[in-house]
């Protein structure tokens, strides 16, 4: 896989710090409360796991799988529910945990979803986000990293469903798909 990389852009030293450092601001600020964390896969699945365990207070876990870009490096902007949460979410206070928040249209969309069913907050924490891209604003509350424009994968971020199982986070070489 390491020749389809073009830069590691985090290693896994970097990575680990930057979700302690995450965990450790979601523990302060949800002392007392049991917040309901909920992951939106795959992209997540890794950030999830490391993140959830640095976090020291009562805490539910869930997972949405929402689909909105197929097999290309560019959204559809058409955002699909595949799998909804599980549990009751009024007048819970949720975080959503995400992998990239690159041009904001499935977060914003999910968002506004999840909103309308009475939770009691909301809040974001993305490992990474593409500002350069952004088409819809969307606050968020827990920043990892700001990448640049381009297509970055592993630590959970795939290409074509490759390359999650990579440790770090490198920027995939363009050629590999046919891109820039
Ligand atoms: P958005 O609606 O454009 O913000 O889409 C965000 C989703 O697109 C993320 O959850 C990822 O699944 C995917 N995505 C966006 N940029 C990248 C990237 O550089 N690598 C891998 N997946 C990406
Ligand atoms: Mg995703």
Do not use: H, W
Not at 1 to 7: F, P, R, S
Not at 51 to 74: A, E, W
């Amino acid at each position: 896989m390491k020749q389809d990389i073009l830069e590691v852009l985090f290693t896994e030293e970097q990575l680990r710090e930057k979700v302690a450092e995450l965990g450790a601001r979601i523990t302060a600020d949800y002392q007392g409360k049991n917040p309901l964390i909920v992951s939106v896969l795959k992209g997540s699945y890794v950030f999830m796991a490391d993140l959830t365990r640095q976090i020291d207070t009562k805490c539910n876990i869930d997972f949405m799988v929402v689909s909105s870009y197929g097999s290309g490096t560019k959204t559809s902007g058409e955002v699909q529910i595949i799998k909804d949460i599980g549990s009751k979410i009024e007048g819970r206070d949720l975080i959503i945990v995400e992998d990239i928040l690159d041009s904001g249209v499935t977060l914003s969309y999910l968002m506004k979803i999840l909103q309308a069913r009475g939770v009691n907050s909301i809040r974001l924490c993305t490992l990474l986000s593409k500002p350069e891209r952004r088409k819809i604003d969307v606050p968020i509350d827990y920043l990892g990293f700001e990448v640049p424009d381009e297509f970055v994968v592993g630590y959970g971020l795939d290409y074509d469903e490759t390359y999650r199982n990579l440790p770090y986070i490198g920027i995939l070489k363009p050629e590999v798909y046919g891109g820039k």
